[in-house]
């Protein structure tokens, strides 16, 4: 029986259910949605929004719709012009270290609010805060260029005191807090709110404002096992803050529960009144070994009585609480369903779909819908640098940080993803294919390339002719932060000579599957007509779970590059399809 048969009658797709009932499952937007924000805007028709952590990927930034918890739409991307964020495209790192990390997402007197940092790793740890506004969140186009800020450290969260003066506040991860100038981004002086609870790394603040206190809520101990939520509470906004003796309000640590690392969370109301949380978490288990898709987006009931304390729900895969009923209204915005599955023909007149990711801005040149050459299909330019890049940021001194790689988020356990390549390649060292990336560090690829022949030259040939080849190949750290004790296989390099003569166009279907929850299988199936050639390696997932991606997750897509050469050939994708199987919660 295979793996998925077991789980889909527990998982029910939140796109196709017709009936809501109190029970849910976790995570609410699967696959990487990291450090999630989100909010109940009654003005806008009774809807939820939701956002997470973009690192360097771009379009930046998402933020997902719901009526009813859910049932999550892509709203829009909140940086999708270079201008916004320049420092994307200007870093060097082959790792998702630097970035648009945490974000805070706020709505006040008929706009949004987008509130998070630009880090940088290299050479120094350094950060931006930036302000992002909008009075359409449905529409890209709409968010503002960011008002730039000083900021002490990352996590940064906006608040403001309306019962007292309206004073707009910014609290940061240590945990400190500075008043703000919203016209012009001057910040006051700086003040220690809290050091938590003694976990270390307190960060990831939120304050609200109940029954006459003030409470704020951080997470500690590291988005790792000892992750962890923790409360105090003051009379006022600049404290000074007690903390709960209850505390931790939430956590994972400590069990065999299969969500781990469980924090960062982040409060909010529907319209009854009802409380409700949502925080990051693993579908690790406390192995904390195998979790291909990184840190996802879970959702929680909360208990709170006036003047009380906050009770916390657990986080588990299958879980009750007072879901709202979305009331016949269907969830606005013209972008997909987290869950959705992808069925893409590229067909002349359309689009980019709104949910594929860049890793940085790309050079728009290099990615065309139906060409007039070849319609219906995404023509690949090959960037002169793969998708590992040229070395670590301390080496690189001059290229250009644009990737040909266009990816979706692994927003299932189980799934069968595929496209169709074609490709002539002419140039040695051209190369197209498919990608499990997690970094620019750890990535597993299926390409057709043009190497050196491997049969018998003649004697008077100046140098080996060059033939197409099937690679597969694991680009990984030597640290995968895992024991070698724990029977870890990081496979060789396999290359295999097509049945294709030079110049003469390759036209094959790649595929990537989940197997199991541990393993991925790539393969490759020559299209042409009277050609049998069919190719399939079978890899361990925990060489893209943590290490150099270890906030992140895994994204799937295809490249194109001339791997330091000096090809220019094209590729063309077409049939993309992505189907989910399945998810596993327990």
Known sequence: MKPWTLMIPLIMSATTATT?????????????????????????????????SSFLTTPAIPIYASKDLTTWKLASHVVTRPSQVPEI????????Q??????????????????????????????????????????????????????????????????VDGQAYITYAGI?????????????????????????????????????????????????????QVIARARKVSGPYEG???????????????????????????????????????????DW????????????????????????????????????????????????????????DFKSGSHIPRHFLFWRFPNEDSFTISPAERPHSLRLLPSKSNITGPGTSEETTDFDPAITLITRVQSHTYFTYSVDISFAPTKLGEEAGVTIFLTQ?????????????????????PRPALEPHIRFQTTHLDDLNTPATQNVSVPETVVQALP????????????????????????????????????????????????????????LGAYATSNGGEGTTPAYLSRWRYRGLGQKTE
């Open 98 to 163: 630097d970035g648009l990390w945490a974000s805070t997402i706020r709505y006040r007197k008929g706009k949004f609010y987008l509130l998070t940092s630009y880090v940088s790793m290299y050479p120094d740890f350094k950060f931006t805060g930036l302000l992002f506004t909008s009075t359409d969140v449905f529409s890209d186009a709409a968010w503002s260029d960011p008002l730039r800020f000083e900021i002490g450290d990352i996590d940064p969260d906006i608040f403001w005191d309306d019962d």
């Open 20 to 52: 809501l009932h109190s029970s849910y499952t976790n995570p609410i937007l699967p696959g990487w949605h990291s450090d999630p924000s989100c909010i109940f805007v009654a003005e806008e028709d009774n809807t939820f929004f939701c956002t997470t």
């Open 89 to 96: 495209n200007n870093s060097t790192s082959q790792t998702q």
């Open 500 to 555: 294709c003569p030079r110049g003469e166009e390759i036209r094959a279907r790649l595929q990537i599957q989940a197997v199991d929850d541990a393993h991925y299988t790539l393969s490759a199936t020559l299209l042409h007509s009277g050609e049998k050639f069919e190719f399939k390696r079978k890899v361990q997932s925990v060489l893209v779970s943590g290490g150099t991606g270890r906030f992140t997750g895994v994204l």
């Open 244 to 286: 709960y003796e209850g505390n931790p309000v939430l956590t994972n640590k400590g069990t065999s529960e299969y969500f781990q690392t469980v924090g960062h969370a982040d409060l909010f109301q529907d319209k009854k009144g009802n409380w409700w949380g949502v925080a990051l978490a693993t579908r690790s288990g406390p």
């Open 176 to 228: 400190s807090q500075v008043p703000i100038d919203l016209e012009t981004g001057e910040t006051g002086a700086a003040y220690k709110l809290w050091s938590g609870t003694g976990a270390g790394l307190p960060e990831g603040p939120h304050i609200y404002k109940k029954d006459g206190w003030y409470y704020l809520c951080i997470g500690e101990g590291g988005t790792e096992l000892g992750h962890q």
């Open 441 to 461: 560090y750890q990535h597993i690829d299926l390409g057709i390339v043009l190497l050196p022949s491997s049969s018998p030259q003649h004697s008077s040939s």
């Open 289 to 344: 070994r195998v979790y291909p898709m990184g840190r996802e987006t879970v959702l929680f009931p909360v208990t709170w009585e006036e003047g009380e304390w906050p009770v916390f729900g657990a986080v588990r895969g299958k879980a009750t609480g007072p879901l709202p009923v979305a009331e016949g209204h269907s969830v606005p915005g013209h972008g997909p369903y987290v869950d959705a599955d992808d069925e893409i």
